[in-house]
């Protein structure tokens, strides 16, 4: 059975940081990432990172987040700095399984970007 699992959301104020972790457990993963599904909007992609450290980030997010990826815990880190209000979104983790390639969402955990 595979689960995908994330932690680390909360409240922080605006430029402040905060990491956020997911593990996934149950298969062999390919591709994994974020999305963020600000209130009332679209899911939207925010990184994703391949097995062999293949990064992509959403304009948006360039140089203040950072995806990493720790392969033998199936676990991967978004290291978000410099928040802004415009944050403030539901965040939710992907994982892409191998072969035969299925995505499989985490619950979501949220990021509050306030003062």
């Known amino acids: 059975q595979v689960q995908v699992v994330e932690s680390g959301g909360g409240l922080v104020q605006p430029g402040g940081s905060l990491r956020l972790s997911c593990a996934a457990s149950g298969s062999i993963f390919s591709t994994m990432g974020w999305y963020r599904q600000p209130p009332g909007k679209q899911r939207a992609l925010v990184a994703t990172?391949?097995?062999?450290?293949?990064?992509d980030y959403a304009d948006s997010v360039k140089g203040r987040f950072t995806i990493s990826r720790d392969n033998a815990r199936n676990t991967v880190y978004l290291q978000t700095n410099n928040l802004k209000p415009e944050d403030t979104a539901v965040y939710y983790c992907y994982a892409d399984t191998r072969p035969f390639s299925r995505r499989y969402w985490g619950q979501g955990t949220q990021v509050t970007v306030s003062s």
């Open positions: 990172i391949t097995t062999g450290g293949i990064i």
